[in-house]
């Protein structure tokens, strides 16, 4: 079978299951094509499933919508105070010179970066929609490098399969696949609306990934550990949202 008709025939053959014998058959269909979330062992587990994994076949490819600059949002939300911790004070009335995103786990070479080091790689920009779980949203212009050229920098294994990342908030970290750490419109962000990215909206460095919920476009990114398994971090359903009975997988 070739590849498209390959996935044509799995995407009918869950949307199929899932409507005839049940959830828990898709599941198992979608286990053989490793298209299983981590937080597929709770409560809406089977439905975590078929989430994902149909997302995953039927917008392998797909962009966010992107916005003309008109439709930027006049007063964007900031969802929560700037951050008050101490050492994160600390880096901010040094202007974040000394703020590094480190990246470790499955990669040739670990290294950390400075602000100033990202924006030395390609720089791009993209006019998307912010969207919270809880019914808000806004549209913004967000600039920064995209999370494919980092990982090309660090050389990350073959075997690789989830970026772990952790926001400089105590406690707060998220994890996306593959897929999305090599989408196109995943960018490390440091600028908001043409200027550096305000601290109440996550500066100096937030991950941003239209495709999903606001929530896993963490705030204050210091640290990313790529890895094959998720088990190993926190409660191992991938990420603190997840912890809290949110989707692993949020996507729009
Ligand atoms: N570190 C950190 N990142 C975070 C959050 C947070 O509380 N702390 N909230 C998340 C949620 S639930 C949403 S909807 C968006 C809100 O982004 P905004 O503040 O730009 O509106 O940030 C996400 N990233
Ligand atoms: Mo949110």
Redesign the pocket.
């Known amino acids: 079978m070739n590849r498209l008709s390959r996935r044509r025939w799995i995407t009918t053959g869950l949307a199929a299951i899932a409507g005839g014998t049940g959830l828990a058959a898709a599941a198992g269909l979608a286990r053989r094509y490793g298209l299983v979330p981590p937080d597929h062992g709770g409560l809406y587990g089977p439905g975590e499933t078929l989430t994902y994994s149909a997302q995953r076949l039927l917008t392998r490819h797909s962009l966010a919508r992107e916005f003309p600059r008109d439709l930027i949002s006049k007063a964007?939300?900031?969802?929560?105070p700037p951050l008050k911790d101490p050492a994160f004070q600390r880096l901010q009335a040094a202007a974040f010179v000394d703020w590094r995103l480190a990246v470790d786990g499955m990669v040739a070479r670990p290294a950390s970066f400075s602000i100033a080091d990202l924006k030395r790689f390609p720089s791009n920009s993209q006019v998307t929609h912010?969207a919270?779980?809880?019914g808000w949203s806004?549209i913004a212009e967000w600039t920064g490098a995209r999370l494919v050229h980092l990982l090309n920098e660090v050389g990350v294994h073959p075997e690789a399969r989830y970026i772990v990342y952790y926001?400089m908030?105590p406690g707060?970290w998220e994890s996306i696949d593959m897929a999305d750490a090599l989408h196109p419109q995943t960018f490390l962000t440091y600028a908001m609306n043409g200027s550096d990215l305000p601290v109440?909206?996550?500066g100096p460095l937030r991950l941003r990934l239209p495709r999903q919920?606001?929530?896993k476009?963490?705030?204050?990114l210091n640290r990313m550990t790529v890895t094959d398994d998720l088990k190993s971090f926190g409660k191992g359903v991938g990420s603190v949202s997840a912890e809290f009975g949110y989707s692993w997988y949020a996507g729009i």
């Open positions: 964007p939300f900031a969802n929560g912010l919270c779980e809880e806004y926001s908030e707060a109440g909206f996550g919920l606001g929530y476009s963490l705030k204050y």
